[in-house]
């Protein structure tokens, strides 16, 4: 078997080199032996002093994520890095790359901490719903103080080498090599016999940190309500805090206690399941794994309109340099208005330095030819949500751009297959829908028509990447997988407000679940005008929403819509003449009114959802169910620490949903809510839509 930990003696140091490809995790084999070599290197006599180091390109990515469901096995992470700092002889960090979580935590026991420039270090645990616990939270308050490690481990973002030099984490960044300057080092203390700097054993920086108590708790108290209802951050803070009161090892057992708490806990299990949710969507059906993606390098995007804009602006500030092509001067100059004010007000929040918007805005380029496409890579779609306008312009990027370019739209209805067919290369066409904002919604559905050739979907998948989103691959319907579930939920609101429930009611239940808001505030920050102009089109309708929109109530726009907006604020204020509106309404159609349950409302706004999800599923418009998870948490606010809907589901019970489904699909009628064949099956054999994911796997 390979050795996953190599050591070797220069002279009289000992280098131990974590070599567990890909990322040197910290897994049981390599814990076991770096403790090994550590405790032979205190009784060798041969040994003066010990540099640890990583193989390849990171120093060590932290713990091994895949022994997270198993029962924990000795010697834990946290035994290893206190052996390391109580060891008698010098121990010295060379990161020759990146260090994370667990990796950082190494480095922390460490005596000295030097790293080559590129190097960054963080501890992202939080992310994943844990915090630091192999004494991290301990450590960094000692060695800088509470204040600066409160954002360093609350908010979990990675820091460069020379960010971390400064802040007093690192102790040296060099070039070169840096297990030769750390060996140099090692030399230089055990000649000098400089004595040994204890991480755990500092006091000053806490010292200092006490007289400045109360500045620390109003950081964390605001750091605290950006959090919401995550347990990780409030669970970091404690941590920190244990720092003032108690011992090093009092407080490494607290954190201990914290981490396991927070590990066996259904938020974190949930932000596990959305990490490799994540990983596991960037893998394609019928996509060869060695599939290269097309160089990109000019974007072009049709249409400077809401969309049009947001794109624009979620390219040009990844470096892309764009043209915006409108033909209408007045919506071309809105448009770049538009961007122009969106990219100063992220400079004014501190978002953005004046120097990046500045650069961002240098590469979008106005236009008002469709002929600038030529000069493209990527091509981007965002005009007038129509079949022939969309058709007319495909046929026109067909003829004008080179064979080779991506050719996406950003349509959120129409057929990608009726669109590709307008061109003689169907294999170039791929939906790219972003969300509103599109330069804030993380989320990307990658809609892939029944031509789109494997490596337009792989260009157009590391391009979402590039600027930042989550891409998602999903296949051809109306709606494609988020609309169409949001659809779903939109029916059941319908019928909530004409049973008896307010918008306040209904929001107040969404919000409660956790959504950051309600779909009746949505509907109204969206415009209802939207879906109303659709719905017409499509012959359709929702009698509420309808009768709403045909007061010229559009929603926030127009200081009304379910609720009322005073001037300039985005507060909805219930509005009396709704709930005239939504009483009439029943009254005409012979429907009884009732109050109903807040439980009653959440299974309604979810489970109709729910059941969607599983029909996208079975019919394979999604390829997983963790996929359906991703774009309902990046791109409808769904509370990320319940893990999606389809995650959420599992907590519940199949079986439970079922028969939720059953009970409301006999009261209304309304077959579609009776539960989806893949739902029941799943739910007769006691099982959950994770189950289909592992069967797959396996
Ligand atoms: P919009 O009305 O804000 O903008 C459309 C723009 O297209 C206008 O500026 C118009 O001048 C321009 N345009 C019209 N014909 C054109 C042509 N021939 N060439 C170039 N530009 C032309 O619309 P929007 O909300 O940005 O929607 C654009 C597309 O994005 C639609 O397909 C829509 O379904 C889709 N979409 C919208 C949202 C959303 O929330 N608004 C979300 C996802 C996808």
Known sequence: MERKVVTRHDGRILVIELANPPVNALAHEVRDAVLAALQAAQADAGTDAVVITGAGKLFCGGAEIKE?????????????????????????AAL????????????????????????????PEVKLGLLPGAGGTQRVPRLIGLRKALPFIVNGEAMSAAQALTLGLLDGVEDGDIVGHAIKRARHMVESNAPIRRTGRLRDALEASRRDAAAFEDDAAALLKKARSLEAPAACITALRNTLTLTLEEGLAAERALFVKLRDGGQSKALRHLFFAERAAQKVAGVPADTKPRSVGRVAILGAGTMGGGIAMAFASAGFPVSVIDPDTAALKRGFQ????????????????????????????????????????LVIEAVYENMDLKKRIFADFDRLTTPGTVLATNTSSLDIDEIAAATSRPQDVVGMHFFSPANVMKLLEIVRGKATAPEVLVTAMNIGKRIGKVPVTVGVCYGFVGNRMLHARGSEVERLLLEGASP???????????????????????????????????????????????????????????????????????????????????????????SIAIEEIQERLLYPLINEGARILEEGIAERASDIDLIWINGYGFPLWRGGPLFYADTVGLGVIAERLDHYASLSGDKRLKPAKLLRSLAIAGKGFGDIAAAAKG
């Open 68 to 92: 997270f469901g198993q029962t924990p096995r000795a010697p834990h992470l946290a035994e290893i890095v206190n052996a390391i700092e109580e060891s008698a002889k010098p121990v010295i």
């Open 96 to 123: 020759n790359g990146s260090a994370l979580g667990g990796g950082f935590e190494i480095a922390l026991g460490c005596h000295v901490r030097l790293a080559v420039p590129g190097a960054n270090v963080v501890l």
């Open 338 to 377: 538009t961007i122009e004010n969106n990219y100063r007000a992220s400079e004014k929040r501190g978002g953005m330095s004046a120097g990046a918007v500045a650069a961002a805005l240098n590469r979008l380029t106005p236009s008002q030819s469709i002929n600038d496409v030529a000069s493209a890579d």
């Open 504 to 594: 306040r009611d209904i929001d107040a239940a969404a919000t409660r679940f956790g959504f950051a808001m309600g779909p009746c505030a949505v509907g109204d920050l969206a415009g209802l005008d939207v879906g109303w102009r659709i719905r017409k089109e499509r012959g359709i309708t929702s009698p509420v929403a309808d009768a709403i929109c045909e007061m010229g109530r559009f929603g926030q726009k127009t200081s009304r819509g379910y609720f009322i907006y005073e001037p300039g604020s985005r507060l909805p204020v219930p509005d009396p003449e709704v709930d005239a509106l939504t009483a009439k309404l029943a009254s005409d159609m012979g429907m009884a009114r009732r």
